[in-house]
């Protein structure tokens, strides 16, 4: 059994929280999710020099919804070449 509790010196000082935003972001939220990831399987080659990779993703995952029709892969850059089922 624990003896003695221990916290954070700024919590028992009583510091005020710091607000560390950007002076120009924007509020933003998470989307819905319309399916559950249960798997990445990434094969990538890198090129170190050329700053790039480049492979195959396989992504396995259940639709949370019904008829799910599309979804969205949220990445910068990425740029997709080819989708199979």
Not at 51 to 72: A, C, M, Q, R
């Amino acid at each position: 059994m624990m003896s003695n509790l221990y916290f954070c010196k700024y919590f028992s000082e009583g510091v005020d929280e710091q607000n560390f935003l950007l002076a120009d972001a924007r509020p933003h939220w998470t989307p819905s999710r319309d399916m559950i990831l249960s798997h990445i399987y990434l094969d990538l080659e890198v090129d170190v020099e050329g700053k790039k990779l480049e492979g195959t993703g396989h992504i396995n995952f259940s639709s949370v919804k019904k008829n799910l029709e599309s979804i969205f892969l949220d990445a910068r850059e990425l740029r997709i070449e080819r989708v199979t089922t």
